[in-house]
């Protein structure tokens, strides 16, 4: 069969080469000038290829639709994916959280891989080539237009991602793709994406990296987070690993959150005044800015004090335990509240897409014409950061890649 794999990243490389695998004429369109454009920023640049969990820990981080994914993750898992590249001679490594990367923390180790893997499994890879349309016919995928040339296939996979990111061309192109087709797509929303707070203290403390610190979340009443982990105060609110995953739960209502930060969460309260006191009582000829320096960074400690309600030049021989009190809450449950979402464009994924009760979860074919194929972040599922949307790409790709024909 002459099969079209529309999309370069993740899913359409790992679905081009299944295809090809399985004696398919496949062709991998890909926009970019290079393939895996989105994969090279993963992580900070290392590539976070996926994460180690077992099963159930795998599921219990797939925030939307897990349920779908069970066939692909069946067909294609987390430790297929890490012994595809170590035979592909990249070695691993995994580090907190069951997060896997290159042991050498270079992104272009896994993307020169699985290039050399896309082309030595007989994938002809087309680069500059944007897909301008499908070609249907009779409840069926006929072929595709690009660079106002049409070309006949009998079975299309998309794979273009979704809206984020759109500087790696991720442009939504898959929707209107999809809903050529019949299908609906979901409109697209940020999920894993830095969020604006009400307060702006947190603007003139930005680019300080809060390591080790507990976030609890809440809407009204209802606790819905409460981790530890890194935070990243920005110009605009927070950013890093902890707001990341927050903004995964709470991505469709985002405004209005509570947000408590607790600066000491290895202290318990009676161990917390008990340092505060230490602190104070050592050097009662100073202020309190002076007598707590070493608990906090400066700019942090006058930010904490001013939500206190505290003066940094009060003398610490008049400091009152009235004080101290509000300052030791202060510190366990800094206040923030949530004003919304970045923009889709700063999100790392996508919530929204193709709507995966249209798609059958067993081969990634369209329930609504025969021959065409999803795979990625196109469609409406997303999970937790760690590596396991990169999973849920591989996985979908895979599964898509060995469906065709079957």
Not at 125 to 130: F, P, Q
Not at 287 to 316: C, F, M, S, Y
Not at 382 to 390: E, F, S, V
Request: with cysteine; charged share 20%; glycine share 12%.
């Amino acid at each position: 069969m002459r099969v079209a794999v529309i999309g370069g990243g993740a899913a359409g490389m790992l679905a081009a080469a299944e295809a090809a695998q399985g004696g398919h004429a496949v062709s991998l369109f890909e926009r970019n000038e290079k393939l895996g454009k989105k994969l090279y920023i993963t992580g900070k640049g290392r590539c976070n290829v996926t994460n180690a969990a077992d099963r159930d820990g795998f599921f219990a981080a797939v925030t939307h639709n897990p349920r779908f994914l069970y066939s692909a993750f069946s067909a294609f898992d987390n430790e297929d994916m890490q012994r595809l590249l170590l035979s592909l001679g990249v070695p691993l490594k995994t580090e907190r959280g069951g997060r896997v990367f290159p042991a050498s923390d270079k992104s272009s180790d896994i993307l020169r891989a699985l290039e050399r893997h896309v082309r030595g499994s007989g994938v002809t890879v087309l680069l500059n080539a944007r897909v301008e349309a499908l070609a249907f016919a009779d409840g069926a995928v006929r072929g595709l237009r690009v660079g106002g040339e049409e070309r006949p296939f009998d079975a299309v996979i998309v794979a273009t991602g979704g809206a984020s990111y759109p500087q790696t061309g991720s442009t939504g192109d898959g929707y209107r793709f999809a809903e050529a087709a019949g299908h609906t797509a979901l409109p697209p929303r940020p999920a894993l994406v830095p969020l604006e707070t009400e307060e702006d203290w947190p603007f003139a403390l930005s680019g300080l990296t809060l390591k080790n610190v507990g976030l609890t979340a809440w809407r009204g009443k209802k606790k819905l987070f409460c981790q530890q982990g890194e935070l990243l105060l920005t110009h605009f609110g927070l950013s890093g690993p902890l707001t990341l995953t927050l903004s995964s739960l709470i991505a469709e209502e985002p405004a209005g959150v509570r947000l408590a930060i607790d600066l000491k969460p290895a202290l318990d309260e009676a161990q917390l005044d008990a340092r505060l006191l230490r602190d104070l009582d050592g050097n009662r000829q100073k202020t309190v800015q002076g007598a707590l320096h070493a608990l906090l960074p400066a700019r942090l400690l006058l930010t904490v004090l001013e939500q206190a309600k505290i003066d940094p030049a009060t003398p610490v021989s008049v400091f009152q335990k009235n004080d101290r009190r509000r300052l030791l809450e202060t510190l366990r449950q800094l206040p923030l509240t949530v004003r919304g979402a970045r923009p889709l464009a700063e999100a790392v994924v996508t919530r929204g897409g193709v709507k995966v009760s249209e798609v059958m979860s067993s081969t990634m074919e369209s329930k609504r014409m025969r021959g065409l194929y999803f795979a990625g972040e196109v469609l409406d599922v997303d999970a937790l950061t760690g590596g396991y949307n990169l999973q849920i790409a591989w996985s979908t790709g895979a599964l898509a890649g060995r469906s065709i024909g079957g």
